[in-house]
């Protein structure tokens, strides 16, 4: 099993940028995929952005595409997700996933079984 807790969110201006991290307990953090999901208010948990195992390969939401860079350091057993040129729709609950047995880049939120408790971002015009 794996716990996860994410930090980094707050509230920013439009065109700001925040970092979030997605901090994992346990020593084979390594083995699993993660994925950053968001949910705004009275809308669907979306998926943002997902990166694999080894960090190699990245997976992106065309509405955060060259914004957004996902990134881990399975050293630190730490996801990041970096939002640059943020805009108010972009304001959400942002959750990170995480599961052993998902492939990568998966982007269903009832794929992955780990999640964190997430943490609020707000964009404001």
């Known amino acids: 099993q794996v716990q996860l807790v994410e930090s980094g969110g707050g509230s920013v201006q439009a065109g700001g940028s925040l970092r979030l991290s997605c901090a994992a307990s346990?020593?084979?953090?390594?083995?699993?995929?993660t994925a950053w999901f968001r949910q705004a208010p009275g809308k669907e948990r979306e998926f943002v952005a997902a990166i694999s195992r080894r960090g190699r390969t990245t997976y992106y939401a065309d509405s955060v595409k060259g914004r957004f860079t996902i990134s881990r350091d399975n050293a630190k057993n730490t996801v990041y997700l970096q939002m640059s040129n943020l805009k108010p729709e972009d304001t959400a609950v942002y959750y990170c996933?995480?599961?052993?047995?998902?492939?990568?880049?998966?982007?269903?939120?009832?794929?992955?079984?780990?999640w964190g408790q997430g943490t609020q971002v707000t964009v404001s015009s």
């Open positions: 346990g020593r084979t953090f390594s083995s699993y995929a």
């Open positions: 996933a995480a599961d052993d047995k998902v492939q990568a880049g998966t982007m269903v939120a009832n794929a992955y079984d780990y």
